[in-house]
Nanobody, 123 residues
Framework: QVQLVESGGGLVQAGGSLRLSCVSS????????MAWFRQAPGKEREFVAA????????SYTDSVKGRFTISRDNAKNVVYLQMNSLKPEDTAVYYC????????????????WGQGTQVTVSS
């Protein structure tokens, strides 16, 4: 079993930055592909970014490319999401997810989920 705990959310003005963290329990963190998803009120949960076990390969949804950066520290069992130039449309609950399988962009690709952290961007 893998437990994921997100932190770092909050209220920020448009143009500001936040860094989200997701800490994983267990000793096999480096075996998991990791991802961030988000869910805005009244909308479906959507893919934001993903990173491979080694951290050498990343992918992003188009709306965050050039503004968000996903990274990981396998020694600390942590995956990060650095969010810059935030926009009001980035407001959502952000979720961390993990899979031993193929890294994907759909919810069904991931086996473990955190509880989420709220990000609110004011205009």
């Amino acid at each position: 079993q893998v437990q994921l705990v997100e932190s770092g959310g909050g209220l920020v003005q448009a143009g500001g930055s936040l860094r989200l963290s997701c800490v994983s329990s267990g000793r096999t963190f480096s075996l998991y592909n990791m991802a961030w998803f988000r869910q805005a009120p009244g909308k479906e949960r959507e893919f934001v970014a993903a990173i491979t076990q080694s951290g050498l390969s990343t992918s992003y949804t188009d709306s965050v490319k050039g503004r968000f950066t996903i990274s990981r520290d396998n020694a600390k069992n942590v995956v990060y999401l650095q969010m810059n130039s935030l926009k009001p449309e980035d407001t959502a609950v952000y979720y961390c997810a993990a899979t031993r399988g193929i890294r994907g962009t759909t919810m069904t690709s991931y086996d473990y989920w955190g509880q989420g952290t709220q990000v609110t961007v004011s205009s």
